[in-house]
């Protein structure tokens, strides 16, 4: 379902992504491990049709990336790192939206929305707007719209960071109880091990380099860790990654400065 | 396929608008203050050679100025969808780029427009006369005009990746475009670097349009001014849609 061959991204002399490999079969759970700025998000924008390789090829359900990107943003659902939702809009507004911009009929489209928002239990709240949501609504809104148009893959790029246990054990039960019901196949970003070990397998990225790929229980055996914890401060070593806080981070917090002010 | 993804883009940032108190209220209010203010208080020391009373003068220049402000604002909207995340659920979905920079800038276009009509309801109120005909010829002349002043708005916005950047646009591109625009006072008798601008702003042509509409009044043939505001929006509006494509989410 995924292939990507030699994929190398630079930006100027920062190399993001350093000639990586691998294969997703279909209907497998794939889980992207690394420390931050490994390239993770690197790799998902290119996958995603978001950033162009600098060099290498990437297949999303059997589209080239580069070549024919509409075909493939047509076949990939994403949960993106940070929300990305129209905040001023309700969340049927939002989902509305969504399936204009995917051309869906809208007769099947409606009867899927309803089963998707029952499922994340948010079925009552779709008038109101989405910023009254907690960080945890928003997430299951996200989840409900990048399920939407029915994706063959769908990418979640750390998609229970920040969220209450509670609210992370729901998102785990709807993404399984939709991958055995529709075969997706997911592509997973994530930091927490417990996460990491439900995947059929994962790859451990390191500066922008594939260091192991395979079935979690393999890993283990191989490195001779009892946990995942283990295999990976083996493979990447103790110390923290530095990474600078962007200029969007920035941003942000000022916007909260400001609207913080006005109101 | 491709005039639904524009027109969603468009219907979202109307659905936006409507909710937006702060943008409606600033349509009435800016005007309100130009009209009111200076029309009123530079009334008895300005002598346009035409000889019409100053209101009447800067009255197309006020219909202009809420059209520039009203389009700035929409186009600068792009920064926000981008550091919110929302400009990445739409670069991810299945619709081409040029539909993207279309749809924002037929959005723009569509709320100055209403911010122009805002202006031109005054006009009972200060004494320009008004009829039917003219109203319906204002109307695609604000569209194209806030086409302009939109897809120059969106070139700038792609190249920008914080919101301070929009005051520095205010003060160094609309409020520029604005003065020299022939709105305030007449183009004649100025120094010839002077002239030199305002022939080059887009806007000199845009209220050359208005003020032809509304008074017969015009410094150029009027179809030089729409010639010069549909190359210099397709212009801006390729620019955008190259620029879209390399955009970072």
């Avoid at chain 1, 769908?154 to 039960?173: A, K, V, Y």
């Avoid at chain 2, 008895?44 to 520039?68: D, E, K, R």
């Amino acid at each position: 379902m995924i292939q990507v061959e030699n994929l190398v991204k630079h930006f100027g002399v920062l190399h993001a992504v350093r000639d990586i490999s691998f294969q997703v079969g279909e209907g497998e759970l794939f889980g992207f491990l690394g420390p931050n700025g490994a390239g993770k998000t690197t790799t998902i924008n290119m996958l995603c049709t978001l950033l162009t390789p600098t060099s290498g090829r990437a297949l999303v359900a059997g589209h080239d990336v580069v070549q024919h990107p509409t075909e493939v943003r047509r076949s990939i659902g994403i949960i993106f790192q940070d929300p990305s939702l129209d905040e001023r809009l309700t969340a049927l507004e939002n989902l509305k939206f969504h399936a204009m911009l995917y051309h869906l009929p809208k007769k099947k489209t409606e009867e899927r929305r309803e089963m998707l928002l029952e499922m994340v239990g948010l079925s009552d709240r779709r008038g109101d707007l989405v910023k009254t949501f907690s960080g945890g609504m928003k997430r299951r809104l996200e989840i409900v719209r990048g399920l939407l148009h029915s994706p063959k893959v769908l990418f979640l790029d750390e998609p229970t960071l920040g969220l209450d246990p509670q609210t992370r054990n729901h998102i785990w039960s709807y993404v399984k109880e939709l991958r055995s019901k529709e075969g997706l196949t997911l592509f997973l970003t994530t930091h927490y091990m417990e996460e990491a070990e439900q995947c059929d397998r994962i790859a451990i990225i390191d500066e922008g380099k594939i260091v192991a790929l395979d079935t979690p229980t393999a890993l283990k055996q191989r490195l001779g860790s009892d946990t995942l914890d283990d295999v990976f401060v083996k493979l990447i070593g103790r110390e923290i990654r530095e990474e600078n806080a962007s200029q969007k981070d920035q941003l942000r917090d000022l916007h909260k400065k400001w609207i913080g002010r006005m109101r | 396929m491709e005039f639904q993804s524009l027109y969603t883009v468009w219907l979202r940032d109307l659905v936006r608008f409507r909710r937006d108190r702060t943008q409606i209220l600033g349509g009435f209010s800016r005007p309100m203050l130009w009209l009111l203010f200076l029309g009123v208080g530079m009334g008895p020391v300005f002598h346009s050679g035409a000889g019409v009373p100053y209101m009447h003068f800067i009255f197309p220049g006020v219909i202009a100025m809420n059209l520039i402000f009203a389009s700035f604002l929409s186009a600068i909207s792009i920064i926000w969808d981008r550091e919110f995340g929302f400009l990445k659920e739409i670069l991810v979905a299945p619709i081409s780029r040029s539909a993207i920079a279309f749809g924002k800038a037929a959005s723009g276009s569509t709320i100055a427009v209403l911010q122009g009509l805002v202006v031109v309801a005054f006009a009972p109120l200060v004494h320009v006369p008004l009829t039917f005909e003219k109203i319906l010829l204002l109307i695609p002349s604000m569209f194209l005009i806030a086409f302009t002043c939109t897809s120059m708005g969106i070139v700038l916005a792609s190249r920008m990746t914080s919101f301070e950047g929009f005051g520095t646009i205010a003060n160094f591109v609309i409020m520029p475009m604005f003065f020299l625009s022939g709105g305030l006072f007449p183009l004649d008798g100025i120094p010839i670097w002077l002239k030199v601008l305002t022939h080059l702003n887009p806007l000199t042509y845009g209220v050359d349009q208005l003020r032809w509409i509304l008074s017969g009044a015009h410094r150029f043939p009027i179809a030089f001014d729409l010639l010069f505001n549909l190359l210099f929006s397709a212009l801006m509006l390729s620019l955008a849609v190259a620029l879209f494509k390399r955009s970072p989410a």
